[in-house]
T-cell receptor, first 113, second 114 residues
Framework: KAGVTQTPRYLIKTRGQQVTLSCSPISGHRSVSWYQQTPGQGLQFLFEYFSETQRNKGNFPGRFSGRQFSNSRSEMNVSTLELGDSALYLC????????????FGPGTRLLVL | DQQVKQNSPSLSVQEGRISILNCDYTNSMFDYFLWYKKYPAEGPTFLISISSIKDKNEDGRFTVFLNKSAKHLSLHIVPSQPGDSAVYFCAASITNFGNEKLTFGTGTRLTIIP
């Protein structure tokens, strides 16, 4: 079974631009969560989508948004990029029930110049 | 507020010996715990999990122990192999609300010495 895929793998943007990252979950998984990993803050939860609805949200500003499509694929958008948004963005998928294990994709490395 | 803590940033262990990675948590609502392994430039790989109704879960060379009263969990790897060299993250969640949010520790870099 194919794993979680994320595109693109690497991205360079400049301050003020916006970016859209994509995540395709494992077949059958309905939950997609997004995390940001930085050296200073570690892995931090951004938000989670289940059946096209945002079910949980972390403590990130409104510049970070996402959506989920009917096929469970998810996109994450960051507007008005700041230097501090440079990070590895990871998505994880699961069936979405209590205690279900989340499986991670390889991540998208975003560099903001 | 760091609710999940891994106080050892790094650990070196001789090949063939036991590796013990530790994790502490402060939120007593956490009831599901996981360990992930991460190589550079890759996403975390799930290793093993444990529910709060158990105190031990074993999968091959990996065993996770949970001490709820101490709010402490540990991952034992035995015997340690060179391929185990990676960063290990513990994570915790509250499952009773279908809550998919994982709270991660800061990671421990494990180096296995041949």
């Amino acid at each position: 079974k194919a794993g979680v895929t994320q595109t693109p793998r690497y991205l360079i943007k400049t301050r003020g631009q916006q970016v859209t990252l994509s995540c395709s979950p494992i077949s059958g998984h309905r939950s997609v969560s997004w995390y940001q990993q930085t050296p200073g803050q570690g892995l931090q939860f951004l938000f989670e989508y289940f059946s096209e609805t945002q079910r949980n949200k972390g403590n990130f500003p409104g510049r970070f948004s996402g959506r989920q499509f009917s096929n469970s694929r998810s996109e994450m958008n960051v507007s008005t990029l700041e230097l501090g948004d440079s990070a590895l963005y990871l998505c994880a998928s699961s069936f979405g029930g209590p205690g279900e294990t989340q499986y991670f994709g390889p991540g998208t490395r975003l560099l903001v110049l | 507020d760091q609710q999940v803590k891994q106080n050892s940033p790094s650990l070196s262990v001789q090949e063939g010996r036991i590796s013990i990675l530790n994790c502490d948590y402060t939120n007593s609502m956490f009831d599901y715990f996981l360990w992930y392994k991460k190589y550079p430039a890759e996403g975390p790989t799930f290793l093993i999990s444990i529910s709060s109704i158990k105190d031990k879960n074993e999968d091959g060379r990996f065993t996770v122990f949970l001490n709820k009263s101490a709010k402490h969990l540990s991952l034992h790897i035995v015997p340690s192999q060179p391929g185990d060299s990676a960063v290990y993250f513990c994570a915790a969640s509250i499952t009773n609300f279908g809550n998919e949010k994982l709270t991660f520790g800061t990671g421990t870099r494990l180096t296995i010495i041949p």
